[in-house]
């Protein structure tokens, strides 16, 4: 993996710490709703890396395989979920 900002290699893997809360961080697509997110489902973990040469942070969302799948069903934008209904109908 190289950094986005300097293209360095030297990246070191590591978390956010909330000390508020001790929540881990986690990415919630739009589409998942508050509800479902409370239990867990539809969210994925984050890993966080940062570069050691401009001290650029980028984080890489943890899809599960199947939502991985069920995202690269479409490109670009993704379609609703009643569209993605239909499309699974036809
Ligand atoms: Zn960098």
Redesign the pocket.
Known sequence: MN??????T??IEGKILDESGGAKPRFKPLEVSMWKAVFGIGVQEVTVFA??????LQMNVNFSDEDRQRYLEFEGEQPDLLKRIESESE
């Open positions: 950094c986005v900002a300097c293209e360095s030297n990246l570069c050691v040469h401009c001290g650029h």
